[in-house]
């Protein structure tokens, strides 16, 4: 009997360990992939748009240069978010592909991790826009 290689490949050998100097490049090479991973998600594109919007705002509103900091902590924060959200969807799918209550959970603590920190995004910025304006 003759079994189609297509429908079970066999795994791919486990790379060779990188040290040193070496590894540092090789850590920017896979942060460099995950990037370009997360980039195919819409919600990281939107996500993305928000950093150049509110800093315009903060420029229109004459925002102080503490605020511009603290706002690109959050945001690189929120970015870290979904990419950790991105990773526990990708692995629940892979590990789970039909429907589960356990995927489900997960993935919409993932979502539930996320939002938190668009709404911390969201009112940071309308915090310093009531205080411009309020002087």
Known sequence: MQ?????NPRPKPRPARVTG???LFAA???SIAGSRRLWAE???????LGLPVVCLLFWVI???????????ILWLLLIAVEALNTAVEAIVDHVSPDWSEAARDAKDLGSLAVMALLIANGVFVGYVMVRSFTG
């Open 62 to 72: 004459a925002a102080p240069l503490w605020a511009y900091g603290v706002f690109v």
């Open 21 to 23: 100097m070496r590894h």
């Open 28 to 30: 920017a090479g896979y």
């Open 3 to 7: 079994t189609d290689p297509k429908a």
């Open 42 to 48: 819409t919600a990281f594109r939107h996500e993305l």
